[in-house]
């Protein structure tokens, strides 16, 4: 199983950016879909941005136009720029991957925190 190890969280003003990086143990070839999702206080974790491993992407609703995933298959790392954050993107976020035979790995997770 991949392991899969976040960072690029951080304390923020409202309206600046953030890149959030998810490194993968391996090659991240095997991997079907890689997200990223995110958990705020008391609420559910829920998927913010995917992509697969033709790079075809999709977003949650409230975070469409502000942030971008992408991935570099040669350094086996997922981005996630993230730019006119708002306090309601605060949270922790974390990175998923899951391989063709549908073996989900989760990163530890990092928390961004966007102050008003």
């Known amino acids: 199983q991949v392991q899969l190890v976040e960072s690029g969280g951080g304390l923020v003003q409202a309206g600046g950016s953030l890149r959030l990086s998810c490194a993968a143990s391996?090659?991240?070839?095997?991997?079907?879909?890689m997200g990223w999702y995110r958990q705020a206080s008391g609420n559910k974790r829920e998927l913010v941005a995917g992509?697969?491993?033709?790079?075809?992407?999709n977003y949650a609703d409230s975070v469409k136009g502000r942030f971008t995933i992408s991935r570099d298959n040669a350094k086996n790392t997922v981005y996630l720029q993230m730019n006119s954050l708002k306090p309601e993107d605060t949270a922790v976020y974390y990175c998923n991957g899951v391989n063709t035979r549908g073996t989900t790995s989760w990163g530890q997770g990092t928390q961004v925190t966007v102050s008003s």
């Open positions: 391996r090659t991240i070839f095997s991997l079907d879909f």
């Open positions: 992509i697969t491993s033709v790079g075809r992407t």
